[in-house]
């Protein structure tokens, strides 16, 4: 098949990362794929496979991730048997493309979705949806037939290692300041005002003072500098550190031993999809697919949003957990995580909903 994936930028964001992903995939498959993204660059451009032919729009990068300059004539000449949207700016073009080809759009947001990205699902061939709730989110506020829809849960993009050595967890331990006994939280995700790093430093304010714990807060983006600054107000700048942007953070997950997450606008986490896929339990809000992300009870917790004290008493009743008992939820979260959000079971899932698309064989 020749597929064409529509992305609007490179950035180091959950979707992207997927983008990525399967475009690298597809390529590996044999199928002809071409990344075609509004803005040239971004963080993980050098992450797509030589097999991929990645494409930009515009010739010079203006920041703009809603610019599309000359796409649909772009996109004829690709000549794609089928065009997957990925992302909220490339779902509002979609519509744009659906005399080309059949456009498969994506939901894979928490947010109110522009009145173009509704268009797109008005007129796509089908609709991905990562999560059972965004589907339901679908159907219930959008009234999309369910018939169009499938639901196929994020992949796990950094493939854990079985057995990673003690050293692999001491460097970050040691480089942090974290000493043998201290449990260190983590979370990883773009500083953005509606991923909420804020809300795990007020939280981790609360926790009793004798606990020995550290606040892991992995990558950067608009809103740090804001955290960085309530982190000195709170005096907590021995407990709570920023690793900046790590291309492969694999290191910190062997590092840390709890998840915490409080976004308030999700479809799936690939953070606590991954972390639990390394071990660590996980403590976070409810949002839209974050119960999904759990075996509850058995590999974590969803707490209320904004349920402060609920999420301390989490929290501590992890700290003071005997180790067998610490063992056995990370072993669990191990084999839930890796089954559930297999690469290869996502791949497949993707190609079966192509199938139909594909030109017929040659006799």
């Known amino acids: ?6 992305q ?21 498959a044999g199928h002809q794929t071409t990344l075609l993204t509004f803005r040239p660059g971004g963080t993980l451009a050098r992450t797509v496979g030589n097999a991929v032919h990645h494409r930009t729009l515009q010739a010079r990068d203006f920041h703009l991730d809603w610019f599309a300059p000359a796409l649909p004539s772009v996109a004829r000449a690709v ?26 759009a994506t939901m894979r947001t928490g947010k109110p979705l522009p009145w173009l990205f509704r268009q797109t699902l008005r007129r796509a061939a089908r609709i991905v949806a990562n999560s059972r709730e965004a589907a339901a989110t679908l159907i219930d506020r959008h009234r999309v037939d369910p018939a169009l829809i499938r639901v196929i849960p994020n992949a796990l993009v950094f493939p854990p290692e079985d057995a990673p050595t003690a050293p692999a967890r001491d460097e970050w331990r040691a480089r942090l300041g974290a000493g043998p ?15 909420n790093q804020r809300e795990l430093i007020e939280i981790v304010a609360g926790l009793p003072t004798g606990a020995d714990w550290q606040l892991w807060l992995a990558g950067d983006g608009p809103a740090r500098a804001e955290c960085e600054r309530l982190v000195a107000a709170r005096g907590l700048g021995n407990r709570v550190k920023f690793p900046g942007f790590l291309p492969n953070p694999a290191g910190l997950y062997h590092a840390a031993d709890v998840a915490v997450h409080a976004s308030w606008s999700e479809a799936l986490s690939n953070f606590l999809i991954e972390a639990q896929a390394h071990g660590l339990p996980a403590v976070a809000y409810a949002a839209q697919g974050i119960a999904e992300c759990f075996l509850p009870g058995e590999t974590g917790w969803v707490i209320a949003r904004d349920d402060r004290p609920a999420f301390r008493q989490a929290l501590s009743a992890l700290f003071t957990a005997p180790t067998a008992s610490r063992n056995s939820l990370a072993t669990t979260a191990r084999r839930f995580a890796r089954e559930t959000f297999s690469p290869a079971r996502s791949i497949a899932a993707y190609l079966e909903l192509f199938q139909p698309y594909s030109p017929p064989a040659a006799p």
Not at 1 to 6: D, S, T
Not at 82 to 102: S, Y
Not at 181 to 194: G, K, N, S
């Open 8 to 28: 609007d930028y490179l950035r180091n964001g959950g979707t992207e990362r997927q983008s990525v992903l399967l475009a690298n995939a597809f390529a590996a």
């Open 79 to 104: 000549s794609p048997h089928v065009i997957l949207c990925m992302g909220r700016m490339a779902n509002c073009h979609g519509w744009r493309l659906t005399g080309l080809a059949p456009v498969i």
């Open 181 to 195: 006994a201290t449990t260190v939280l983590l979370c990883v995700a773009m500083f953005r005002p509606e991923k």
């Open 1 to 6: 098949m020749n597929l064409l994936i529509l």
